[in-house]
């Protein structure tokens, strides 16, 4: 696929329909930090989607040849949200050689999110994906056939990165890797891919995640703004250098079942991310008081437990909880009576792997 070449060319009347696609947002173990144009990454990752943290989105539309593309309304959870309206117009008005039907298109969105915008769950990832997936669906149902297969969800994850980056990743279940890899087959900068069943031990299949919120704040640096710190960063070559390593790691302990080790891997991919945001230049700190706190807790709790519970963070303060389904009750009860006063209103959101997006009726 190429940013410029156009992926279909429909010569249609005027048609009118809706699509709604419900799309996860997802956890990273291996992070992607620093990207090329268009939205290309330097590194590679992986993910897995989450179960209940969702965006929903309907999309309504009027095909009109000789009209101009408009986004005629955008609300989301029933509100108008003018700034994200005002990204994705954008979005949509980059498309056109993708979609050459966009060109004369009118479009509603309702977007609904299950989980709050600043709770440190990828709300781009859920909305790009599922946008993503609406446009795909309307160009399989102009050339008559199903929203399914391969090419399908591979094109919906290509478009998708142009969103968001992590965007890719949310348009299949399991585990999945964005970013070329000689590690993984059919690896792509363009698109993610999601790892063969037999590449992945059972014991990963209903892993828990529980997002601990430290502070609900809008972040004072955004991830495109750090990303963009990564160009000159004085470690750049050498995060290139660890990632392959870790993804070489991960990649063993995830077939082997090994949690222990895939635990490390996630808790030093984290760290390393926010050490590389503390020693950009100029460097910034996102991580909380309250986030130290809780990863030493955590880091306690398992050294005298022997509990396999592995923290992650992304671009923020608030901690991910990672840990096997059948220790769930355990880290509960450990989340209760040890790290709830560290929350923000004793604030966790409770979640899991999840079975990928999902085309509504």
Known sequence: MSDKQP???????????????????????????????????????????????????????????????SLTSFTLNGAKNDAFSSRIEKFLGSLFSFFPFLEYTHIGIDSKSTFPHSAGIASSAAAFSALALCLCDIEAGLEGKEPSGDAFFRKASYIARLGSGSASRSVYNGMVVWGNTPLVADSSDDYAVRLADEQVHPLFSDICDSILIADSRTKKVSSSEGHALMHRHPFKEERIRQVSENMKSILAALKSGDFDHFGEIVENEALTLHGLMMSSRPGYILIHPNTILMLDKIRQFREETGTPAYFTLDAGPNIHLIYPHSFKAKVQDFMDDELARFCENGHRIDDSAGMGPVKMD
Not at 39 to 54: A, Y
Request: net charge positive; aromatic share 10%.
């Open 7 to 69: 992926l279909s060319d429909h010569k249609v009347p005027q048609t009118e329909g809706k699509v709604c696609w419900q799309s996860p947002s997802n956890i990273a173990m291996i992070k992607y930090w620093g990207k090329r144009p268009v939205q290309i990454p330097i590194n590679p990752s992986l993910s897995f989607v989450l179960d209940k943290s969702i965006v929903e989105i309907t999309m309504v539309y009027t095909i009109s040849p000789g009209d101009r593309f």
